[in-house]
């Protein structure tokens, strides 16, 4: 299918190819401060702070790393981090999927109400609250634990938004077939609608594990033990401890983000893909 | 009669989990701080009913208009920024989408968006380092003297939000490159038919009908531009001296530093206050046309 044509107009004139390689070498110049923080953190010391710098090290060495991992709980963070994300991702699955369902697949009279209600409260950052999720948690002694950090994050309303945007678009025939046949409610969420709609689920996974691995202000607020603290806490506190130390921050950092990056460059058309969907509007 | 009594009792079982979860920690937080911005706290444990004082307190503290000022500059800056390379390098991705090698460059352009704020925050304190930042040497090198972006009061936010859009841009070029492919080829056909010029295809047909992208964009962009936190604490910590202390640090350290919770709550409020005003307005501005 042809598709056309605004930039390519454009493109036209200054050469499509001109146009790539600009794009390609932006890319690059984008790229460079992730390379430049990997780099830095298997420099030696005296290197990381050579004129003029080095962008291939020149000796490699891991001692950074062995800082990181002998000095702080630095797995224990990454587990930390797992766990909460996880928790998130699942739980918000599990009360998101029968509610969406409720708000596409059921007919009942005040529905588009309540889900305007649920949904505009999508433009209420998290941040917003601490002061309240702080005095609430600490009412149900529950601070410094991970079900302090993952409960604010379950009930966010991206997750019915997003399946009953996907649920609404399935011909309701199928439905009606099932429920011919005797089906419940239950067994048509189940049996048809879910089967149909993974491209949303596996969006609305890519988006809840992604948000609350980086979540990072109420995390620093309701975590005070390094025990308890996930990554981008963790990384904090590094750096309030090796303040001008860049090559334990870097190769702290490095450790961090190397699993994204795995990940990424392995699922690198589902994330993209799952991430759009959560955009598209 | 009763099995209409059923039906609804199973549509609340659907519901309930969801509701459950966002009355108590979503909902219910945003009243739970109102209520604790009218009172003083005491760390004790004693609280006392002082009606509207912790908002005439923010009212006069020369502070909070220092943090606001701060915030609305690095909005000023960060929105724009965010917005404006998004929507380029939308246009770059969507222009060059028939080459496999553009994948790759979406992905370059997307990936430091998975990065979370402190890894950001941390790689730009070292590339902007006044010393042995790479950002300076180079600048050095090319024969400019560059300011000392996050020791110099005018330049911290400005540097501060020129990471941030780094950061938060890929997410925005997704999104706007979505709703090009969604534009029906015949719209450019027709267009191109009555001889339009390409800048004329942008403005006339292009960006109208972005419209509800760039609305979903600009309210997504002004909520983290207001509640910008993390990366300013681990730049610059709010300074040099208060030049970048943004409100959201300002309710951080009135609440967990000097454990003024009243008035920490009060800046919530008001955060919650302009973020919603905003939302209205920018909905009003740019139409209400979204699948809301």
């Known amino acids: ?281 | 009669m009763k099995r209409r009594y059923g039906r609804t009792v199973e549509i609340a079982l659907f519901i309930l989990p969801f509701a459950a979860f966002w009355i108590l920690f979503r909902l219910g937080p945003v009243l739970y701080g109102f209520f604790i911005s009218l009172y003083r706290w005491d760390p004790l444990g004693d609280a006392k009913f002082i009606g509207a004082r912790n908002y005439l307190n923010l009212a006069r503290d020369p502070r909070f208009w220092n943090a606001l000022v701060n915030t609305l500059e690095f909005a000023a800056m960060a929105i724009p920024l965010i917005v404006g390379i998004g929507l380029v390098l939308a246009l770059f991705i969507f222009a060059g989408r028939k080459r496999r090698v553009t994948t790759w460059l979406e992905a370059g352009f997307f990936f430091p968006y998975l990065l979370t704020v402190s890894v950001v925050g941390l790689i730009w304190r070292w590339l902007l380092d006044p010393d042995f930042g790479i950002v300076l040497l180079t600048l050095r090198d090319m024969g400019i003297d560059p300011p000392v972006f996050l020791n110099e009061p005018r330049w911290a936010l400005p540097a501060i939000a020129l990471a941030t859009a780094w950061w938060l841009a890929g997410y925005r070029m997704l999104l706007f490159r979505a709703a090009l492919e969604d534009i029906p080829d015949e719209f450019y056909e027709a267009a191109r038919i009555d001889g339009a010029s390409s800048p004329r295809v942008f403005f006339s047909i292009v960006l109208p009908l972005l419209r509800p992208a760039i609305l979903f964009a600009l309210v997504l962009t002004t909520i983290s531009g207001f509640i910008v936190f993390g990366q300013v604490l681990i730049m610059t910590a709010g300074g040099p001296g208060r030049a970048s202390e943004v409100l959201a640090m300002y309710l951080y350290r009135f609440g967990f530093e000097y454990l003024e919770m009243g008035q920490a709550a009060a800046v919530g409020t008001v955060l919650f206050l302009i973020i919603l005003g905003l939302t209205m307005v920018s909905f009003r501005w740019l139409g209400y046309e979204s699948s809301l």
């Open chain 1, 1 to 281: 299918m042809a598709r056309l044509r605004v930039v390519p107009v454009t493109a036209a004139k200054l050469g499509p190819r001109l146009l790539v390689a600009f794009a390609a070498a932006l890319a690059l110049l984008w790229v460079a401060p992730i390379a430049w923080m990997f780099t830095t953190g298997i420099k030696s010391a005296p290197e990381i702070f050579a004129l003029p710098p080095t962008w291939i090290p020149q000796r490699p060495t891991l001692d950074h790393v062995h800082v990181v991992l002998t000095r702080w709980p630095f797995l224990r963070w990454t587990l930390n981090s797992v766990v909460v994300a996880g928790t998130t991702t699942v739980l918000s699955v599990l009360v998101s999927v029968p509610a969406a369902y409720a708000f596409s697949r059921l007919r009942w009279r005040g529905r588009d109400a309540i889900f305007l209600v649920f949904l505009s409260s999508m433009l209420i950052p998290l941040e917003v609250n601490v002061i309240p999720l702080y005095f609430l948690m600490n009412r149900l002694h529950l601070l410094n634990t991970y079900p302090a950090v993952f409960l604010p994050m379950i009930g966010m309303p991206i997750g019915i938004f997003l399946l009953r945007q996907f649920y609404i678009n399935i011909p309701g025939e199928l439905d009606d077939a099932a429920r011919v046949d005797g089906c419940g409610n239950l067994r048509i969420l189940w049996h048809v609608i879910l089967p149909l709609s993974r491209p949303a689920l596996a969006a609305l996974v890519i988006y809840m594990f992604t948000f609350a691995w980086n979540e990072f202000f109420w995390s620093m607020i309701a975590l005070s033990s390094p025990q308890m603290f996930t990554l981008p806490i963790g990384l904090r506190a590094l750096q309030g401890a090796y303040d001008i130390d860049y090559g334990v921050l870097m190769a702290g950092a490095a450790m961090a983000v190397l699993p994204t990056l795995m990940l990424f460059l392995f699922l690198r058309g589902s994330i993209i893909r799952g991430i759009t969907m959560t955009a598209h509007k």
